[in-house]
Protein backbone atom coordinates (compact mmCIF):
# COMPACT_ATOMS: atom_id res chain seq x y z
CA UNK A 1 0.00 0.00 0.00
CA UNK A 2 3.36 2.48 -0.20
CA UNK A 3 2.40 5.68 -2.20
CA UNK A 4 -1.30 5.62 -1.42
CA UNK A 5 -3.13 8.36 0.74
CA UNK A 6 -5.50 7.06 3.29
CA UNK A 7 -7.99 9.39 4.85
CA UNK A 8 -9.17 8.40 8.56
CA UNK A 9 -12.01 9.32 10.69
CA UNK A 10 -11.60 8.99 14.17
CA UNK A 11 -7.81 9.12 14.00
CA UNK A 12 -7.40 10.82 17.31
CA UNK A 13 -7.20 8.01 19.26
CA UNK A 14 -7.71 4.40 19.70
CA UNK A 15 -8.38 2.57 16.74
CA UNK A 16 -7.93 5.31 14.33
CA UNK A 17 -4.84 6.38 15.61
CA UNK A 18 -4.01 2.53 15.50
CA UNK A 19 -4.54 2.54 11.71
CA UNK A 20 -2.78 6.05 10.79
CA UNK A 21 0.48 4.46 13.05
CA UNK A 22 0.37 1.36 10.85
CA UNK A 23 -0.53 2.42 7.65
CA UNK A 24 2.13 4.83 8.41
CA UNK A 25 5.11 2.53 9.07
CA UNK A 26 3.64 0.96 5.39
CA UNK A 27 4.41 4.19 3.90
CA UNK A 28 0.88 5.65 3.22
CA UNK A 29 0.46 9.24 3.29
CA UNK A 30 -2.33 10.08 5.83
CA UNK A 31 -4.69 12.56 6.38
CA UNK A 32 -6.38 12.45 9.66
CA UNK A 33 -9.87 13.65 10.93
CA UNK A 34 -11.39 14.16 14.65
CA UNK A 35 -12.40 17.08 16.81
CA UNK A 36 -9.12 17.47 18.49
CA UNK A 37 -6.96 19.32 16.64
CA UNK A 38 -4.47 19.35 18.89
CA UNK A 39 -3.96 15.56 19.41
CA UNK A 40 -4.32 15.00 15.64
CA UNK A 41 -1.16 17.93 15.11
CA UNK A 42 1.05 16.12 17.57
CA UNK A 43 0.02 12.48 15.76
CA UNK A 44 0.43 13.66 12.16
CA UNK A 45 4.12 15.47 13.41
CA UNK A 46 5.56 11.80 15.01
CA UNK A 47 4.45 10.17 12.24
CA UNK A 48 5.87 12.16 9.85
CA UNK A 49 9.30 12.19 11.62
CA UNK A 50 9.04 8.81 12.48
CA UNK A 51 7.95 7.55 8.72
CA UNK A 52 8.89 10.64 6.35
CA UNK A 53 5.28 10.33 5.23
CA UNK A 54 2.81 13.45 4.39
CA UNK A 55 0.13 13.74 7.04
CA UNK A 56 -2.18 16.70 7.01
CA UNK A 57 -4.81 17.52 9.50
CA UNK A 58 -8.39 18.24 8.80
CA UNK A 59 -10.40 18.77 12.52
CA UNK A 60 -13.97 18.05 12.22
CA UNK A 61 -16.59 16.89 14.17
CA UNK A 62 -18.68 14.47 11.56
CA UNK A 63 -22.03 14.87 13.46
CA UNK A 64 -21.81 18.62 12.43
CA UNK A 65 -23.62 18.91 9.05
CA UNK A 66 -20.95 21.73 7.48
CA UNK A 67 -18.01 19.49 8.75
CA UNK A 68 -19.35 16.61 7.45
CA UNK A 69 -19.52 18.10 3.81
CA UNK A 70 -16.00 19.65 4.14
CA UNK A 71 -14.61 16.40 4.65
CA UNK A 72 -16.85 15.13 2.27
CA UNK A 73 -15.51 17.32 -0.68
CA UNK A 74 -12.17 16.48 0.36
CA UNK A 75 -12.41 12.49 -0.01
CA UNK A 76 -14.40 13.35 -3.86
CA UNK A 77 -12.21 16.39 -4.97
CA UNK A 78 -8.68 15.22 -3.98
CA UNK A 79 -8.15 12.55 -6.31
CA UNK A 80 -4.69 11.36 -4.12
CA UNK A 81 -6.94 9.57 -1.90
CA UNK A 82 -7.05 5.94 -2.28
CA UNK A 83 -8.49 4.58 0.74
CA UNK A 84 -10.76 5.45 3.71
CA UNK A 85 -10.57 4.29 6.74
CA UNK A 86 -14.43 5.24 8.27
CA UNK A 87 -13.78 4.71 11.95
CA UNK A 88 -15.29 7.26 14.04
CA UNK A 89 -17.77 6.38 15.87
CA UNK A 90 -19.22 6.40 19.67
CA UNK A 91 -21.24 4.79 22.24
CA UNK A 92 -23.60 5.83 24.83
CA UNK A 93 -23.83 5.50 28.57
CA UNK A 94 -26.23 2.71 29.58
CA UNK A 95 -28.80 0.63 27.63
CA UNK A 96 -31.10 1.85 25.16
CA UNK A 97 -34.31 3.01 27.23
CA UNK A 98 -32.55 4.46 29.62
CA UNK A 99 -29.96 5.95 28.06
CA UNK A 100 -30.04 9.53 26.64
CA UNK A 101 -31.70 10.12 23.73
CA UNK A 102 -30.19 13.24 22.43
CA UNK A 103 -26.95 11.31 23.05
CA UNK A 104 -28.90 8.58 20.66
CA UNK A 105 -29.35 11.02 18.02
CA UNK A 106 -25.71 12.17 17.91
CA UNK A 107 -24.52 8.68 18.46
CA UNK A 108 -26.87 7.56 15.28
CA UNK A 109 -25.48 10.67 13.25
CA UNK A 110 -22.18 9.53 13.65
CA UNK A 111 -22.18 5.86 13.28
CA UNK A 112 -25.04 6.11 10.82
CA UNK A 113 -24.96 9.28 8.67
CA UNK A 114 -21.74 10.47 8.14
CA UNK A 115 -20.30 7.03 7.70
CA UNK A 116 -22.87 6.34 5.22
CA UNK A 117 -21.76 9.78 3.31
CA UNK A 118 -18.19 9.00 3.43
CA UNK A 119 -19.47 5.35 2.18
CA UNK A 120 -21.24 6.81 -0.79
CA UNK A 121 -18.95 9.12 -2.24
CA UNK A 122 -15.72 6.92 -1.65
CA UNK A 123 -17.68 4.26 -3.90
CA UNK A 124 -18.67 7.22 -6.43
CA UNK A 125 -15.31 8.24 -6.80
CA UNK A 126 -13.04 4.94 -5.97
CA UNK A 127 -15.65 3.35 -9.17
CA UNK A 128 -15.16 5.99 -11.39
CA UNK A 129 -11.58 5.58 -11.42
CA UNK A 130 -11.23 1.17 -10.82
CA UNK A 131 -9.21 1.63 -7.91
CA UNK A 132 -9.56 2.04 -4.12
CA UNK A 133 -10.03 0.99 -0.82
CA UNK A 134 -12.95 1.42 1.50
CA UNK A 135 -13.04 -0.11 5.46
CA UNK A 136 -15.98 0.18 7.40
CA UNK A 137 -15.52 -0.39 10.56
CA UNK A 138 -18.08 -2.11 12.76
CA UNK A 139 -18.19 -4.63 15.38
CA UNK A 140 -19.00 -7.89 16.75
CA UNK A 141 -22.07 -5.97 18.38
CA UNK A 142 -23.81 -6.15 14.86
CA UNK A 143 -24.46 -10.18 15.21
CA UNK A 144 -25.88 -9.13 19.28
CA UNK A 145 -29.03 -8.82 20.35
CA UNK A 146 -28.13 -10.41 23.96
CA UNK A 147 -26.62 -7.64 25.55
CA UNK A 148 -25.18 -3.95 25.30
CA UNK A 149 -27.39 -0.41 23.86
CA UNK A 150 -29.55 -1.65 21.38
CA UNK A 151 -29.27 1.32 19.53
CA UNK A 152 -24.95 0.97 19.05
CA UNK A 153 -25.48 -2.56 18.43
CA UNK A 154 -28.36 -1.63 15.36
CA UNK A 155 -25.80 1.49 13.66
CA UNK A 156 -22.80 -1.29 13.82
CA UNK A 157 -25.83 -3.76 12.13
CA UNK A 158 -26.35 -0.88 9.48
CA UNK A 159 -22.67 -0.73 9.02
CA UNK A 160 -22.29 -4.50 8.36
CA UNK A 161 -25.61 -4.63 5.93
CA UNK A 162 -24.40 -1.01 4.49
CA UNK A 163 -20.77 -2.63 3.57
CA UNK A 164 -22.32 -6.36 2.48
CA UNK A 165 -23.98 -4.68 -0.28
CA UNK A 166 -21.43 -2.25 -1.25
CA UNK A 167 -19.26 -5.25 -1.80
CA UNK A 168 -21.87 -6.80 -3.89
CA UNK A 169 -22.50 -3.15 -6.22
CA UNK A 170 -18.45 -2.85 -6.31
CA UNK A 171 -17.77 -6.50 -7.46
CA UNK A 172 -15.89 -6.01 -11.01
CA UNK A 173 -14.90 -2.19 -10.18
CA UNK A 174 -11.69 -3.23 -8.60
CA UNK A 175 -12.40 -1.57 -5.40
CA UNK A 176 -11.96 -3.37 -1.63
CA UNK A 177 -14.29 -3.20 0.88
CA UNK A 178 -13.82 -4.80 3.96
CA UNK A 179 -16.08 -4.88 7.41
CA UNK A 180 -14.30 -4.78 10.11
CA UNK A 181 -16.13 -6.58 13.30
CA UNK A 182 -13.83 -5.64 16.14
CA UNK A 183 -14.50 -7.42 19.59
CA UNK A 184 -13.76 -5.90 22.95
CA UNK A 185 -10.70 -3.62 22.60
CA UNK A 186 -8.87 -1.76 24.16
CA UNK A 187 -9.27 2.52 23.45
CA UNK A 188 -10.88 5.11 24.84
CA UNK A 189 -14.49 4.42 23.87
CA UNK A 190 -15.03 3.24 27.51
CA UNK A 191 -13.59 5.87 29.62
CA UNK A 192 -16.02 8.32 27.38
CA UNK A 193 -18.85 6.80 29.07
CA UNK A 194 -17.55 6.37 32.53
CA UNK A 195 -16.45 2.70 32.11
CA UNK A 196 -13.27 1.37 32.76
CA UNK A 197 -12.16 -1.08 30.18
CA UNK A 198 -10.49 -2.92 33.43
CA UNK A 199 -13.41 -3.69 34.39
CA UNK A 200 -13.73 -5.81 31.46
CA UNK A 201 -12.67 -9.94 31.24
CA UNK A 202 -9.01 -9.42 30.51
CA UNK A 203 -9.37 -12.67 28.17
CA UNK A 204 -11.90 -11.19 25.94
CA UNK A 205 -10.04 -7.07 25.92
CA UNK A 206 -7.73 -7.08 22.49
CA UNK A 207 -5.06 -4.76 22.31
CA UNK A 208 -5.63 -2.20 19.71
CA UNK A 209 -2.35 -2.86 17.84
CA UNK A 210 -3.05 -6.36 17.32
CA UNK A 211 -6.37 -5.91 16.51
CA UNK A 212 -5.20 -3.34 13.71
CA UNK A 213 -2.39 -5.52 12.23
CA UNK A 214 -5.25 -8.51 11.85
CA UNK A 215 -7.39 -5.97 10.47
CA UNK A 216 -4.61 -4.76 7.65
CA UNK A 217 -3.58 -8.49 7.47
CA UNK A 218 -7.15 -9.37 6.33
CA UNK A 219 -7.69 -6.34 4.02
CA UNK A 220 -4.41 -7.83 2.47
CA UNK A 221 -5.70 -11.16 2.07
CA UNK A 222 -8.61 -9.87 0.45
CA UNK A 223 -11.01 -10.70 3.13
CA UNK A 224 -14.66 -9.29 2.98
CA UNK A 225 -15.19 -9.95 6.53
CA UNK A 226 -12.92 -9.75 9.20
CA UNK A 227 -13.52 -10.60 12.91
CA UNK A 228 -10.00 -10.75 14.63
CA UNK A 229 -10.82 -12.87 17.18
CA UNK A 230 -12.57 -15.57 15.58
CA UNK A 231 -10.28 -18.38 14.63
CA UNK A 232 -12.00 -20.98 12.95
CA UNK A 233 -13.90 -18.42 9.76
CA UNK A 234 -15.75 -21.78 8.95
CA UNK A 235 -18.61 -20.80 11.78
CA UNK A 236 -18.99 -17.25 9.66
CA UNK A 237 -19.47 -19.17 6.90
CA UNK A 238 -22.36 -21.42 8.34
CA UNK A 239 -23.80 -18.24 9.71
CA UNK A 240 -24.10 -16.84 6.31
CA UNK A 241 -25.49 -20.03 4.80
CA UNK A 242 -27.98 -20.42 7.24
CA UNK A 243 -29.01 -16.89 6.64
CA UNK A 244 -28.70 -17.90 2.61
CA UNK A 245 -30.79 -20.95 3.83
CA UNK A 246 -33.93 -18.77 4.72
CA UNK A 247 -34.06 -16.58 1.80
CA UNK A 248 -36.30 -18.38 -1.02
CA UNK A 249 -38.99 -18.44 1.19
CA UNK A 250 -38.72 -14.78 2.74
CA UNK A 251 -40.76 -12.92 0.17
CA UNK A 252 -44.13 -15.53 -1.11
CA UNK A 253 -47.61 -14.40 -2.21
CA UNK A 254 -49.14 -16.82 0.63
CA UNK A 255 -48.87 -16.40 4.06
CA UNK A 256 -47.82 -19.31 5.58
CA UNK A 257 -50.06 -22.17 6.74
CA UNK A 258 -49.59 -21.50 10.45
CA UNK A 259 -51.62 -17.94 9.33
CA UNK A 260 -54.25 -19.80 7.31
P1 LIG B 1 -12.11 5.86 20.69
O1 LIG B 1 -10.72 5.62 21.22
O2 LIG B 1 -13.09 6.53 21.57
O3 LIG B 1 -11.97 6.64 19.31
C1 LIG B 1 -13.06 7.24 18.68
C2 LIG B 1 -12.53 8.21 17.64
O4 LIG B 1 -13.64 8.84 17.00
C3 LIG B 1 -11.68 9.30 18.24
O5 LIG B 1 -10.62 9.63 17.35
C4 LIG B 1 -12.64 10.48 18.35
O6 LIG B 1 -11.88 11.67 18.28
C5 LIG B 1 -13.49 10.25 17.10
N1 LIG B 1 -14.78 10.90 17.22
C6 LIG B 1 -15.70 10.77 18.21
N2 LIG B 1 -16.73 11.58 17.99
C7 LIG B 1 -16.47 12.24 16.83
C8 LIG B 1 -17.17 13.22 16.09
N3 LIG B 1 -18.35 13.71 16.49
N4 LIG B 1 -16.60 13.69 14.94
C9 LIG B 1 -15.40 13.22 14.54
N5 LIG B 1 -14.70 12.29 15.20
C10 LIG B 1 -15.24 11.79 16.33
O7 LIG B 1 -12.80 4.49 20.29
P2 LIG B 1 -12.37 3.27 19.35
O8 LIG B 1 -12.63 2.06 20.12
O9 LIG B 1 -11.05 3.49 18.73
O10 LIG B 1 -13.52 3.38 18.25
C11 LIG B 1 -13.27 3.39 16.86
C12 LIG B 1 -14.36 2.60 16.16
O11 LIG B 1 -14.30 1.25 16.56
C13 LIG B 1 -15.78 3.09 16.50
O12 LIG B 1 -16.56 3.08 15.31
C14 LIG B 1 -16.28 2.02 17.47
O13 LIG B 1 -17.67 1.91 17.46
C15 LIG B 1 -15.60 0.81 16.91
N6 LIG B 1 -15.47 -0.35 17.82
C16 LIG B 1 -14.77 -0.24 18.99
C17 LIG B 1 -14.69 -1.36 19.83
C18 LIG B 1 -13.93 -1.32 21.13
O14 LIG B 1 -14.12 -2.22 21.97
N7 LIG B 1 -13.05 -0.35 21.34
C19 LIG B 1 -15.31 -2.56 19.47
C20 LIG B 1 -16.01 -2.62 18.28
C21 LIG B 1 -16.08 -1.52 17.45
P3 LIG B 1 -12.27 13.12 18.87
O15 LIG B 1 -12.76 12.94 20.26
O16 LIG B 1 -10.96 13.88 18.76
O17 LIG B 1 -13.30 13.66 17.92
Do not use: C
Not at 15 to 29: H, M, S, V
Not at 87 to 96: I, L, Q
Not at 118 to 123: D, E, G, N
Not at 216 to 243: K, N, Y
Request: charged residues 20%; glycine residues 6%.
Amino acid sequence: MSHQLALITGASSGIGATYAKQLAARGNDLILVARDAARLSALAQSLHEAHGVEVSVLAADLTRHEDLARIDSELRNNTRITTLINNAGMTVEGEFIDASIDQTQTMLTLNVVALTQLSHTAAQVFRSRNAGTIVNVASVLALVNEQANGAYNATKAFVLSLTRNMQRELAGHNVRVQALLPGLTRTEIFQRTGRSVDDLPAEMVMEVDDLVAAALRGLDDGEAITIPSVEDMGLWHSFEQARGAILPFISLNKPATRYR
